[in-house]
């Protein structure tokens, strides 16, 4: 309630002592009940973190304990794969791989099945070719050096206008009758001296690239010969135009490749098809076209003895190449890719692929990949590969360190709670289960072979022994401790923790997750318990703290009300006393 005025007949300041008043009642009534809402509101907060601490000890309990053998789902079924002989076999491992050796020699590698046009769409080289036509369009003007018997000889070549019968009496001419160049009738071109005298051809000093361009290279002492013996093709104007170069027309249409569709229309060059094949993972193929024999080559990306599937409709692009004859594959076209073969422990392994997978080999959790031939050759001879694996306890040691973290931060908070002056001082339930999953840490496990105590595997409050101490609260993990105590008997290791492979809860974890998820059950578990009692006490601190705010106003109100009573009363008094004074 708002006071809007103060002694106006009086004079006194009545409204600072009802403030004064409400203030004081305010102290004792309504703070006490504050404070003790404060009080359940940070036991509601504590229980909250403990609760969520709880969960994550649930989970580092579960990891071990929801184990599915063989499957991701089994953190002791981690293995590590090492090789004799890394070069020539290598392998990785997956959950359900058996610990050992595995013997492995690799026979034949996979390779990739190659189709290569029969055809060069360009035309055979002659005498009226032109130099431009030859080289994808690579050839330069300039100078071409020969030497006969070490003495230079120069021609100077036009692109623009030589043929290549040109270019021949050029040098023949330059030569003086000491050499004679033509052009066969297979589509080479060839210099040989006449006399027998020594031949070689170009010199550095050269600004045209002629050698380069017709592959001209000494084939003896006394000639030399072109690799080209037909033109070349613009790989980037249209196929189905003129302009390309191709000795037969391209139609429209559409090629299929391993059932992938690829369409060729009016404006389709060579190398858009390319890029578009290449850039197309399910044609599984690589495609390009090789300049220096004018083919078009398609390489499989996968290995494996399997024909590249080359299909045509409404299109001669396959039979314009040699890929394809008269609607089938044309003879010759494609070399097959072969199959790996492998012998793995004493079995032979057939595979489309140098990436063996246990669905090959039938070992489980096991995939071998193949590199090189163990066939006993070389400087350092190999005929068999072993395979070691081992136990990789990485991912364990990791799970142990997250458990102990878990349950080392579930008894601190506990213990920081509960103790004198905590938010949840002297909680009964809290402190049981403290100690029931302490005790846990200690339990001893009967007829396990070899451990019986988790500090016997390096989990205790300090270094690895037969007891923990009743002050100890805080575990620690000891991995030397651990690998010991593995190395020596896993498979007790192993059902000391959790029972997960045998189907029994007898083991330490089994029996601390059976108690932290009772703790957690949603409907009658402690925390669900507490939680709800906290929160109804809340709700019915914060009604008290309601009405003893109501009962303040009314207080206040009536406060008011009686000092302005007094206030008019003194005011009258005043009065009289002036006129009888007058």
Known sequence: MSIQFSGLGSGMDYMSWIEQLVAAK?????????????????????????KTSFGELQSALKVFTDIISGTSNDIWGKTNVTSSEESYVSATSTSGLATGDIKVSVQQLATNTVAQGTLNPGKLITADTKYSEVGNNQAKDGTFSFYVDNRRYEIEIDKANDTIGDIAQKINDAAEGKVEAKVNDDGTFE????????????????????????????????????????TSFLTNKPLTSEESGLSE??????????????????????????????????????AKYDTLTNKLVFTSTETGEFNISLEAQDTNFFEVFGLTKDGALAEGSQTLGQNAI??????????SSNTVTSETTGINGLTINAHKVTDGSGDEPVSEVTLNAKSDLTDVKEALKD????????????????????????????????????????????????????????????????????????????????????????????????????????????????????????????????????????????????????????????????????????????????????
């Open 403 to 582: 458990f102990v973290d878990a349950y080392n931060t579930v008894s601190n908070q506990i213990t920081e709670a509960t103790e004198q002056d905590g938010y949840l001082e002297m909680d009964i339930n809290l402190r049981s289960i403290k100690d029931q999953l302490r005790t846990l840490t200690s339990a001893i496990v009967s007829d396990n072979g070899a451990f019986g105590m988790l500090s016997q595997i390096g989990i205790s409050t300090g270094e690895a022994g037969l007891d923990v101490s009743d002050s100890a609260t805080t575990l620690k993990f000891d991995e030397e401790a651990f690998d010991e105590a593995w190395a020596r008997d896993s498979q007790s290791v192993k059902n000391l923790i959790s029972g997960g492979y045998t189907g029994d809860d007898t083991g330490i974890f089994d029996q601390m997750l059976a108690k932290v998820e009772n703790a957690l059950d949603p409907v009658n578990g402690m925390f669900t318990t507490k939680s709800d009692s906290v929160s109804r006490l809340i709700s019915l601190q914060e009604d008290r703290i309601t009405r003893a705010y109501e009962s303040l106003d009314t207080y206040e109100a009536q406060l008011t009300k009686q000092f302005q009573y007094m206030d008019e009363m003194i005011s009258k008094l005043q009065q009289q006393y002036a006129s009888f004074l007058s």
């Open 342 to 351: 492998l012998e793995v422990n004493g079995n032979r392994i057939v595979s």
């Open 191 to 230: 210099i040989s001296t006449t006399g027998g005298e020594k031949l070689s051809i170009g010199a550095f000093s050269d600004t045209s690239n002629f050698a380069s361009i017709m592959k001209l290279t000494d084939t003896t002492d006394t000639s030399a010969k072109s690799a080209y013996v037909q």
């Open 26 to 50: 305010q102290t004792s009534t309504v703070t006490p009940l504050e404070t003790k809402l404060s009080e359940l509101q940070n036991q509601s907060s504590a229980l909250s973190t403990i």
């Open 249 to 286: 027309l391209v139609s429209e249409g559409t090629i299929s490749i391993n059932g992938v569709d690829f369409e060729i229309d009016s404006s389709t060059s060579l190398q858009d098809l390319i890029n578009e094949i290449n850039s197309t993972e399910e044609a599984k193929v690589s």
